[in-house]
């Protein structure tokens, strides 16, 4: 059992669906983190949530909004998205501040856009 | 900003063996921490080993050890007494210790192949 939940596993959308990807947390973090894993291409950070402010947001399109409503849930929520989004989308949690951790990841969504 | 690479897209060992994967990376900083992490085919990504940078004494877990130069900027992870369950992609990343955000860097990943 990962203290860093994603659901769904997995998402086949159309470009005019909008869906949401969801995370939750179980270890008492103060950050959380999304990022994009694409084929042949590194890990691409797409937004931080730090105690629950969003602190950074990497360029990412419009059609990719994010939301923390608490520390312990994240969502991502997709609309109009194009075939070139699909990937793998990684939510990842931490604790920052005095006492810094590493990542912990969620298993992951694999979402295909058709 | 802070880059991380990793020169080895793939590398393969014969079980039992050892192997290097290697990790350089650039930053102005002083004080930061990194990290191995491992991505097997199920894809969940799990911290292997971490180093803090303030610490001289290489980390060490079991079959798994790092090579810390600091001046070189170098990090690579050793496996030790390689098994099938190692084959997977490996990520070094690099995460500054002076901000709130706590976001890592990652390097491109190296693909284990583990040899029976």
């Known amino acids: 059992e990962t203290g860093v939940t994603q659901t769904p596993r997995h998402l086949v959308m159309g470009m005019t669906n909008k869906k949401s990807l969801k995370c939750e947390q179980h270890l008492g973090h103060n950050a959380m983190y999304w990022y994009k894993q694409s084929a042949k291409k590194p890990l691409e950070l797409m937004f931080v949530y730090s105690l629950e402010e969003r602190v950074e947001n990497n360029s990412v399109p419009s059609r990719f909004s994010p939301e923390c409503p608490n520390s312990s849930h994240l969502f991502l929520h997709l609309h109009t998205l194009q075939p070139e989004d699909s990937a793998l989308y990684l939510c990842a949690s931490s604790q920052v501040g005095a006492l810094n951790t590493e990542a912990f990841f969620g298993q992951g969504t694999r979402l295909t856009v058709v | 900003a802070q880059t991380v690479t990793q020169s080895q897209p793939e590398m393969s060992v014969q079980e039992a063996e050892t192997v290097t994967l290697s990790c350089t990376y650039d930053?102005?900083?002083?004080?930061?921490?990194l990290f191995w992490y491992k991505q097997p085919p199920s894809r969940q990504m799990i911290l292997v080993i971490r180093q803090e940078a303030y610490k001289q004494q290489n980390a060490t877990e079991n079959r798994f050890s790092v090579n810390f130069q600091k001046a070189a900027k170098s990090f690579s992870l050793k496996i030790s007494d390689s098994q099938l369950g190692d084959a997977a992609m490996y990520f070094c990343?690099?995460?500054?210790?002076?901000?709130?955000?706590?976001?890592?860097?990652f390097g491109d990943g190296t693909t284990l192949t583990v040899k029976p």
């Open positions: 990343a690099y995460r500054s210790a002076n901000t709130n955000a706590g976001k890592s860097t």
């Open positions: 930053t102005s900083e002083s004080d930061y921490y």
